[in-house]
């Protein structure tokens, strides 16, 4: 599966947009971009995931460039519950299933 | 999304003792299910995947038999840490797809927190 590469951390503040970016410059035709959150002690959430097209869920929105080698998460209107380490993971489409975590980002949503 | 549950949530235990760790999809059925493992300020690492029916698939360096993976159905599947030492306390997750036309999405317990004393 293809590395991604995300940003340590990142700070937005209470009702604004949070952008998480992610680079998967090595993604092939195949490969799925999935993001996932894991809120400290917790259980990491599943997000959204995308092939080549923006996807847009009751959660967040999915911006893949063209050339799908990198991505956006938009949060539209980041809470303090939002604040959670985020995970970009490209994997591909078929029957392995597996997904590899990279370090993430660290979102920190301040009041 | 869908649910999977873990249990026990919590638990501390002696040093040489087993201690089995339940995950179970609630609302689905599971063809595969991962186990992955968690230590303090880093990331998750996948230690198996295993599927109904069939023996676990471990990671490079996953010892199998000290940690035992049984997946007897398509919504339990449970993971025991033989002859636990300190060294084994960690973050334990699983996770759940049900795969093929479910869906590829992997849905995650909230994870058992396991001490070694």
């Known amino acids: 599966d293809a590395k991604t590469t995300q940003p340590p951390s990142m700070d937005c503040a209470e009702g604004r947009a949070a952008n998480l970016p992610c680079n998967h410059s090595t993604i092939s035709g195949n490969e799925y971009v999935y993001w996932y959150r894991q809120i400290h002690s917790q259980g990491p959430q599943y997000i959204i995931h995308g092939l080549k097209n923006n996807e847009t869920n009751e959660m967040a929105s999915l911006i893949i460039t063209e050339d799908r080698k990198s991505s956006t998460l938009i949060l539209p209107h980041a809470t303090l519950r939002d604040t959670a380490v985020y995970y970009c993971i490209v994997r591909d489409g078929g029957s392995n299933y597996k997904l590899t975590f990279g370090k993430g980002t660290l979102l920190t949503v301040n009041p | 999304g869908a649910v999977v549950s873990q249990h026990p949530s919590r638990v501390i235990c002696k040093s040489g003792t087993s201690v089995k760790i339940e995950c179970r999809s609630l609302?689905?059925?599971?063809?595969?299910m991962f186990w992955y493992r968690q230590f303090p300020k880093q990331s998750l690492m996948l230690m198996a995947t295993s599927n109904e029916g069939s023996k676990a698939t471990y990671e490079q360096g996953v010892e199998k038999d000290k940690f035992l993976i049984n997946h007897a159905s398509l919504t339990l599947s449970t993971l025991t840490v033989t002859s636990a030492h300190p060294e084994d306390s960690s973050f334990y997750i699983c996770s759940a797809t049900a795969g093929g036309q479910g869906g590829h999405e992997q849905f995650f317990g909230p994870g058992t927190r396991l001490t070694v004393l």
């Open positions: 609302d689905f059925q599971a063809t595969t």
